[in-house]
T-cell receptor
Framework: GNSVTQMEGPVTLSEEAFLTINCTYT??????LFWYVQYPGEGLQLLLK?????DKGSNKGFEATYRKETTSFHLEKGSVQVSDSAVYFC????????????FGPGTRLSVLP | EAGVTQFPSHSVIEKGQTVTLRCDPI?????LYWYRRVMGKEIKFLLH????????ESGMPNNRFLAERTGGTYSTLKVQPAELEDSGVYFC??????????????FGPGTRLTVL
């Protein structure tokens, strides 16, 4: 079946620190991969996505590369800000019709000034 | 353009009562999904509508949950009778194009349900 594993945190960093949130997946077929972010009091927002191997998704200084050989999609940012404090969810969309997302458990990030 | 909206934002009910959650998708989106996150665990798929038809309801936990999407616009999710383990955040999402695994799903803010 399809599943997503990610570090659960919480992760606490100082402003301008480097961020990595690991995400690995198992899937039948060739899924698309996503990172969603939930800021306090808000809904899930798409942060970035990648649809095929070696694709790099990027947005707001965040990056993640679709690594088929290691079945990973790790999220990185070179210099975090206090405003990046949120819960980050890794997700996959199977390549079969129906596109029902499978989410990881979420990683809470707190960035301190 | 308005995003996905959900109502209410919070609901607190007692065990055995009934609650109805509503989701208004982005206008023109045929696909509508319900998910829930229980006890801070992963977000789990409940069901998928294409217009007014249930495409996949394999994630519905039991027959206490009933989802409808009459007319193919907004959707409701009714829990009757509610149990303690139903507490969590219920998310709705919509997407435009059916059958494309790369199509982005846009999420609402969620409804936080607490069953006492």
């Amino acid at each position: 079946g399809n599943s997503v594993t990610q570090m659960e945190g919480p992760v606490t960093l100082s402003e301008e620190a480097f961020l990595t949130i690991n995400c690995t997946y198992t899937a039948t077929g060739y899924p698309s991969l996503f990172w969603y972010v939930q800021y306090p009091g808000e809904g899930l927002q798409l942060l970035l996505k990648a649809t095929k191997a070696d694709d790099k998704g990027s947005n707001k200084g965040f990056e993640a590369t679709y690594r088929k050989e290691t079945t990973s999609f790790h999220l990185e940012k070179g210099s975090v800000q206090v405003s990046d404090s949120a819960v980050y969810f890794c997700a996959l969309s199977p390549d079969n019709y129906g596109q029902n997302f499978v989410f990881g458990p979420g990683t809470r990030l707190s960035v301190l000034p | 353009e308005a995003g996905v909206t959900q109502f209410p934002s919070h609901s607190v009910i007692e065990k055995g009562q009934t609650v109805t959650l509503r989701c208004d998708p982005i206008s023109g989106h045929d696909n509508l999904y319900w998910y829930r996150r229980v006890m801070g665990k992963e977000i789990k798929f409940l069901l998928h509508f294409v217009k007014e038809s249930k495409q996949d309801e394999s994630g519905m936990p039991n027959n206490r949950f009933l989802a409808e999407r009459t007319g193919g616009t907004y959707s409701t999710l009714k829990v009757q009778p509610a149990e303690l383990e139903d507490s969590g955040v219920y998310f709705c999402a919509s997407s435009q194009v059916a059958g494309k695994s790369t199509d982005t799903q846009y999420f609402g803010p969620g409804t936080r349900l607490t069953v006492l």
